[in-house]
Structure formats: structure tokens, C-alpha cells
């Protein structure tokens, strides 16, 4: 079993959808959690970067950590198609090994 | 551009040929990660240096492979005597760590080909 576990998707959805995706871990240790974004080609890019259980939010971005249940999630509103990309959730213990262990991605389209 | 920069974009080799990749972090991280990933996966960790030192290897990392961050700036990572299972997307990353907060930013990656 991987310490993360990630829907590879692909999901696709019209444009102005509200989107959803997860990540489930299996290591409590893990602390800080991450979503990357990243397009065809070209390295991950950081979108959320959270610490403590709860929502997050930034523009259309809202990051979800419910530790409890070792589950995250990210939601996109008003999806864009300049949003289709892969999403990679991400994590990290809070000491120890500094690498981060991350999911599958989720491929997604947005469809205008 | 004061990204992360990563040469070559795209390596095409024979099986058995020694390769090596550059990277050059954001010019005031301290921290340089090396990263695999392969299509349909997530970037796997390689190995990561603090200013100059080596800190931590995966065993992903076989005796193959060979990094260094000469002087704490650019970082090189050789393949040695390539193999077809070593064609995938090699990622840098570099990082700043502030008050215990860490970020990585990552560079548009090496994609490897072996044939």
C-alpha cells in the first residue's frame, strides 16, 4: 500500500464546475500538506501549502486537512480551462526526513 | 528569471552511456532536491543537500547515481552505465526554510530517454 493514495482520474468537468479532489495518507506523522499543480511538460507547481487541520482558502483555492481521518482535499471554484492540468497532492513529516512523499496526481480537464 | 533552471530540457541516450544533468536553484535557497518521476506518477524523492552537504539518499538511488552541489549553488546528478528503467522526468527543487516552514519550487525538469 502506498503512504499516499491519490485518484489518478481523469477527471473531466464544464467549465465553472466546482471541483473536488482528494488524498488519502496512511502515515499520522505526516504534517504539512501540500497541492501542486502542473502542467503538461513542466515541473509541479506549489498552490496550497497548509500545517494545521482545517480549511484554507485562496481565490478559487480551498485546501481541506482533516487529520483525524488522514484526508485532504482541494477544491477549485469556478473552474477555468486554463485550470486542466494534473494535481498533485503532496506531504511531509514534521521532523525526521525532510523529503516529500507525494500522490499519484489527478489528471483534469476543464471543458469550456 | 529567478526560477529554478534546469539544462538540458530533454536528454536522448543509448543504453550504457553516462549522463549528466544541471540545475540551478533560486540563488537564495539553502536546500536542493533531486526528484524522478515517471509518466503517470507522482515525482518520487532522490536525494536532497543542504548548501553543499548531502544530507539524505533514497534507495532509489542506486550506486548508478552520483549528485553534487559543489560550493552550495549549482547541483550536477549522473547517471552512470544507463539503463531503460532510468528514462523519466528528473525534477530539482530547491527551498528556503523559514521558522520551520519549508516550500519547494521546482524546476521544468530533464526528460530522459534511454533507447
Known amino acids: 500500500q502506498k503512504e499516499v493514495e491519490q485518484d489518478p482520474g481523469p477527471l473531466s468537468v464544464p467549465e465553472g464546475a466546482i471541483v473536488s479532489l482528494n488524498c488519502t495518507y496512511s502515515n499520522s506523522a505526516f504534517q504539512y500538506f501540500m497541492w501542486y499543480r502542473q502542467y503538461s511538460r513542466k515541473g509541479p507547481e506549489l498552490l496550497m501549502y497548509?500545517?494545521?487541520?482545517g480549511n484554507k482558502e485562496d481565490g478559487r483555492f480551498t485546501a481541506q486537512v482533516d487529520k483525524s481521518s488522514k484526508y485532504i482535499s482541494l477544491f477549485i471554484r469556478d473552474s477555468q480551462p486554463s485550470d486542466s492540468a494534473t494535481y498533485l497532492c503532496a506531504m511531509r513529516l514534521i521532523q525526521g526526513a525532510q523529503k516529500l512523499v507525494f500522490g499519484q496526481g489527478t489528471r483534469l480537464t476543464i471543458n469550456p | 528569471d529567478t526560477g529554478v533552471s534546469q539544462d538540458p530540457r530533454h536528454k536522448i541516450t543509448k543504453r550504457g552511456q553516462n549522463v549528466t544533468f544541471r540545475c540551478d536553484p533560486i540563488s537564495e535557497h539553502n536546500r536542493l532536491y533531486w526528484y524522478r518521476q515517471t509518466l503517470g506518477q507522482g515525482p518520487e524523492f532522490l536525494t536532497y543537500?543542504?548548501?553543499?552537504?548531502?544530507?539524505?539518499k533514497s534507495r532509489l538511488l542506486s550506486d548508478r547515481f552520483s549528485a553534487e552541489r559543489p560550493k552550495g549553488s549549482f547541483s550536477t546528478l549522473e547517471i552512470q552505465r544507463t539503463e531503460q528503467g532510468d528514462s523519466a522526468m528528473y525534477l530539482c527543487?530547491?527551498?528556503?526554510?523559514?521558522?520551520?516552514?519549508?516550500?519547494?519550487?521546482f524546476g521544468s525538469g530533464t526528460q530522459l530517454s534511454v533507447l
Open positions: 543537500f543542504q548548501n553543499e552537504a548531502q544530507l539524505e
Open positions: 527543487a530547491s527551498s528556503l526554510v523559514v521558522g520551520g516552514n519549508e516550500k519547494l519550487f
Open positions: 497548509t500545517y494545521s487541520s
